[in-house]
């Protein structure tokens, strides 16, 4: 059964020039020599991704290019699959929401080395459960309070976006707004501990800071906007699932009990087939949220669909991965810790599962039944339904 995440013929010629350099920069022993760097990721892979333009693709002249949604999945599943922790699904998040209108003329600025893949960019508060409350004062906002929610790479970025929730009368809004993360005088950052080796830091504004502000952004927009920034990380996840399912197999195959292979088992062999299941139907679903949103189509239901079903069934493929493995699968020499870890922490980055259930709902009709998650579908007849 194949789990890879589906492309057009188009993307063909891409796709194969992803795995051909991601075999050759990722291996597992690099990998696990970045997480003892300063830097927490592998820059020289870094550099060969953004030498490509491989980095900036996805960042059009007026914000965020949809179309390339594709390729940009596609490339971060890659990633994912080999477990190699990137500053890339941060940077294309923070492209997404900086598409946001508005956005001030000094965010913008900031946030203009993207486009040159300059510098790692943080997003915080980019999940279905953080809010981030401030308050307009005349030409600018001052939060409610200081402290922000720990954020992945927020260590090596030099650029913050925060999206700050205001009030513009009786309106709820958001103002997502780009601060220079270098800038003492407004931010104080404290390295924070985390599951995985995503250089994570708490950020702290100044009592005296005062952000400049331009225009809202409406909820319903701002909503759409944050679950595709959700979905990219739900097209990295399934790479990670395929990453850990690719051990599993391996692994039962090769790993002998009373004379024979784990995989002879019929028990394991219905804990891989029940993963494999569950992980090619999350796949499946997030292809199809990616396509809807790349082409302008309604895409937002399903998409917050794929991102809690990817979630949960990764964080199960990751549960049967170390139970299989037995002990090897907690040891710094097998690879499985740094898939098992990756995968719990991205997961949790999108909100916790109820906040995650919460999102479907916000975008069901008012009499929707499950089968209007996909737009333009209707009921079968068996089930009942018109």
């Known amino acids: ?19 051909r350099l991601l075999d050759r920069s990722c291996p597992y022993q690099r990998i696990a ?15 060969k991704l953004t030498g490509l333009g491989w980095t900036t ?5 007026t914000g965020f290019d949809r179309s390339s949604l594709p390729p940009l999945a596609l490339l971060l599943s890659e990633l994912g699959r080999r477990g190699a922790a990137l500053p890339l699904l941060q940077t294309a998040m923070a492209t997404v929401l900086a598409s946001a209108p508005g ?12 486009g040159y893949g300059e510098h790692p960019v943080a997003v915080v508060g980019a999940d279905f459960g953080s809010r981030i409350h401030a308050d307009l004062e005349g030409d600018g906002v001052r939060l409610a309070s200081p402290a922000l929610p720990a954020t992945e ?38 390295p924070v501990g985390t599951l995985d080796n995503e250089r994570a830091a708490r950020a702290v504004l100044t009592e005296d800071a005062l952000i400049g502000a331009a225009e809202p952004v409406g909820q319903r927009r701002w909503r759409s906007m944050l679950v595709l920034a959700c979905l990219l990380r739900a097209a990295e996840l399934t790479g990670l699932g395929r990453g850990m399912l690719d051990l599993v197999l391996q692994h039962v195959r090769r790993r002998e009990v009373f004379g024979r292979p784990l995989a002879r088992f019929q028990a394991v062999q219905h804990m891989c087939a029940d993963a494999a299941t569950r992980l090619r139907s999350a796949t499946l ?19 917050a669909t794929a991102i809690y079903t990817t979630g949960r069934a990764v964080a199960g493929l990751a549960l049967t991965a170390a139970q299989l493995h037995g002990g090897i699968g907690f040891t ?55």
Not at 165 to 171: F, I, K, L, S, Y
Not at 342 to 367: C, F, H, N, Y
């Open 332 to 386: 710094a020499e097998f690879p499985l810790n740094v898939y098992f870890r990756r995968a719990k922490a991205q997961q949790m980055r999108s909100g916790s599962l109820t906040d995650q259930v919460d999102e479907i709902g916000r975008w069901l009709p008012a009499a929707g039944h499950w089968w209007s998650l996909h737009p333009g579908s209707t009921a079968p007849p068996w089930a009942g339904g018109n």
């Open 1 to 19: 059964m194949t789990t890879t995440m589906p492309v057009s013929a188009a993307d063909r010629v891409f796709a194969d020039s992803v795995t």
């Open 103 to 114: 956005l001030t003329a000094t965010g913008r600025s900031l946030l203009g080395g993207i």
């Open 153 to 190: 790479w927020l260590q090596e970025a030099r650029t913050i976006v925060v999206p700050l929730h205001v009030r513009t009368g009786r309106r709820a809004a958001v103002l997502p707004v780009a601060l220079p993360a270098a800038d003492s005088r407004i931010l104080r950052i404290t």
């Open 285 to 303: 679903l997030t292809a199809e949220a990616v396509e809807l949103a790349s082409t302008d189509r309604d895409f937002e239901r399903t998409a």
């Open 57 to 61: 693709f996805f960042a059009g002249e």
């Open 33 to 47: 020599d970045t997480e003892a760097s300063t830097d927490g990721y592998d820059t020289a892979l870094w550099s």
